[in-house]
């Protein structure tokens, strides 16, 4: 179907083929990470064999390699985010560090007492703290959007939230602890009607689904190469050319000036602006190698496929008793959050883990969502391309043995 084999894709991922506990791994984890292909492994190690230095173009041959390579992951990654221009990506450590270089060099600058942030309740902690923080110290107030039963955003809270005051509007792509994909193009059509700038945090959207940034009109994008089969420590932050240039420094030093003298320092245009010191050039390369990997597969075929993989698995969850799914959103991609009667998330975690199964029990990152389904923590498995019905299978298999196993010892 849609010429997407599966069982080829699994063999581009060398990890896949590991035991734990003796048994086959089914990685169920995506959203905390995902597993790189031998393409990325091999673009990562080419690196350091033949192109190793850091980027100064003119100055010798290996300099000129590297300095290609680097810049040719960020032309990928503007490539991959349908940005105008390359010179609209700057590489950032991952999704936190774009967010708060945003907060440090847009937001302490056009944020003053009584402005507002508008944030949702989806939001992962990395896209709450630091406007949190920021609020504190300009004095604007953080207002934040609720959501349904079903874990989607409330368009008409949000209309009734929004005002002049708005100054950002900050909200998560698609959330990591529920799944459901946000309304974004019409979120930021509404914040712009009020002057409001948006920032969207990609980090569960990008494994997932298309992302074009022109069509969604956000200001800011931003996304981990970890979750997108790339390497960590490496992210990028997309930002409209008129507001990037306009932006002060985050960090300061060397690369990111034209001209130091003993009282003052040019800066150099973005994105040089914001990549002060020696960046992360091997795993830029190597986020620029995985961009390439689901490129040449195809957003858009990753996406169906991960759609029907995501509503048999809810089908299948909801055949066990006492299971509870939480986020129930039409617009949902990746993820399988839920909780059983009698039984905390951890035994879940474990009971799967056991049998070679990896999934997240806990908070996720994004406390108030769960508080506001009365809960502290769930189980929440996370697709990927990689997945198959066979491994969502053998999750239902352990979780009904487990279900079954608690009401033999209750009746005896
Ligand atoms: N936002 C969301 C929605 C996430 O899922 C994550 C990662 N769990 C982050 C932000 C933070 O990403 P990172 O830890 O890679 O900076």
């Known amino acids: 179907t849609d010429g997407f084999e599966v069982t080829l894709v699994r063999r581009d991922f060398p990890i896949l083929a590991e035991k734990v506990n003796g048994k086959n791994l089914i990685w169920l984890d995506n959203a905390a990470t995902t597993h790189k292909p031998q393409s990325v492994i091999d673009r990562i190690s080419y690196f350091y064999a033949h192109e190793n230095s850091n980027v100064h173009r003119g100055a010798h041959t290996l300099a000129a390699r590297s300095t290609d390579a680097y810049e040719g992951a960020r032309k990928k990654v503007a490539q991959f985010l349908n940005a105008s221009s390359p010179q609209e990506i700057v590489f950032v450590r991952g999704t936190t560090e774009g967010i708060n270089l945003v907060a440090h060099s847009w937001g302490r600058y056009h944020l003053q007492k009584d402005d507002e942030i508008v944030i949702t309740w989806l939001e992962h902690h990395a896209n709450m703290v630091p406007w949190q923080i920021l609020c504190r ?15 989607q955003v409330r368009l008409d809270e949000y209309a009734r ?25 019409e979120m930021a059509f509404m914040a712009h009607r009020h002057g409001a700038k948006v ?19 956000c200001d800011f994008y931003v996304f981990s190469g970890h979750k997108v089969f790339g390497p960590t420590g490496i992210g990028a932050l ?46 830029a390369v190597g986020l620029g190698a995985a961009l390439d990997y689901v490129m040449a597969i195809g957003m858009e075929t990753i996406d169906r496929y991960e759609h029907r993989l995501l509503a048999y698995g809810m089908e299948m969850l909801r055949t066990i008793n006492g299971l509870r799914l939480i986020g129930t959103a039409k617009e949902k991609a990746s993820v399988l959050s839920f909780v059983i009667d009698g039984f905390t998330t951890e035994e879940i975690g474990q009971a799967l883990s056991q049998e070679g199964i990896a999934v997240r029990a806990g908070h996720h990152c994004a406390q108030p969502i769960l508080r506001r389904f009365g809960l502290e923590s769930t189980v929440r498995p996370s697709l990927a391309l990689y997945n198959t019905i066979d491994e969502i299978d053998a999750m239902v298999a352990v979780l009904k043995k487990l279900t079954l196993s608690q009401r033999t010892t209750r009746w005896s």
């Open 238 to 283: 997309y930002a409209k050319p008129e507001i990037l240039d306009a932006m002060h420094p985050y960090q300061s030093g060397g690369n990111m000036i034209a001209d130091v003298t003993l009282e003052r320092s040019l800066y150099q245009p973005a994105p040089q602006r914001f990549e002060a010191g020696t960046g992360n050039i091997a795993d």
């Open 199 to 217: 920032l969207v945090d990609g980090a569960q959207a990008v494994p997932h689904l298309k992302v074009d940034v022109q069509a969604l009109d």
């Open 137 to 151: 110290e300009t004095g604007a107030n953080l207002r934040v959007v609720p959501v349904d039963e079903t874990g």
């Open 161 to 185: 939230i929004l005002s002049p005051k708005a100054k950002l509007v900050a909200l998560t792509h698609v959330s990591n602890a529920l799944g459901t994909v946000t309304p974004v193009a």
